[in-house]
């Protein structure tokens, strides 16, 4: 367990509306992403974070952005939710203690765009 | 361009009979080769990292084995809990993202 905590777990929402996802980890990773998994892509990576407002772009950026603002705190925000947004988005940490190069994901949110 | 394949898309086993997932991969600076296993609903839980060819892990009964292309999950003898999507990734020098492939779904039979 990563002590890894993802906020809300399922949610639904229309299109053009705001959404923010909250990832929530305790044991003070300095490293921390957000990824989303689709059918027929696998993971894919949309923005990472390697300290307090320190940010950059993944792979699948466009249309998302995120926050920083305490170390055991990562948002997510969809500014305008699109139906191409319903995935399944996750959080994960880079570990530490001789798993430096190791991500440890959280349970994931589950959400859905009408 | 940097890509991985797993193959086959999905596996169905009877218990006991073992078996090999595969995990083909392209990179230009291999930092690690992952395996990770994910249940229905569930984040990917970390098994092994491989970081050069010759290598292999152990764990229980899945060994994963590293060459300069592949790299193969093998399953001894599996039980009904072993279960799960399998999948690889891997991490390359100067970039912060895994590259992940599509995964393999295993079903293990009683």
């Known amino acids: 367990d990563a002590g890894i905590t993802q906020s809300p777990r399922h949610k639904v929402t229309e299109t053009g509306t705001p959404v923010t996802l909250r990832c929530h980890q305790t044991?003070?990773?300095?490293?921390m992403y957000w990824y989303r998994q689709d059918p027929g892509h696998g993971l894919r990576l949309i923005h990472y974070?390697?300290?307090?407002?320190?940010?950059d772009k993944g792979e699948v950026s466009d249309g998302y952005s995120v926050s920083r603002s305490k170390t055991e705190d990562f948002l997510l925000t969809l500014e305008s939710a699109t139906s191409s947004q319903t995935s399944v988005y996750f959080c994960a940490i880079r570990g530490g203690g001789g798993l430096d190069n190791e991500q440890f994901f959280g349970p994931g949110t589950r959400l859905t765009v009408l | 361009e940097d890509q991985v394949t797993q193959s086959p898309e999905a596996l169905r086993l009877q218990e006991g009979e073992s078996s090999s997932l595969n995990c083909s991969y392209t990179?230009?600076?291999?930092?690690?080769l992952f395996w990770y296993r994910q249940d229905p609903g569930k984040g990917p839980e970390f098994l092994f990292t491989l970081y050069s060819a010759g290598e292999e892990k152990e764990k229980e009964r899945l060994k994963a084995t590293l060459t300069k292309k592949e790299s193969f999950l093998h399953i001894t003898a599996p039980k009904p809990e072993d279960s799960a999507t399998y999948l690889c990734a891997f991490s390359n020098f100067g970039n912060e993202k895994l590259t992940f492939g599509t995964g393999t779904r295993l079903t293990i039979i009683p």
């Open positions: 990179v230009s600076g291999l930092r690690g």
């Open positions: 044991e003070n990773h300095r490293y």
């Open positions: 974070s390697y300290g307090v407002k320190d940010t």
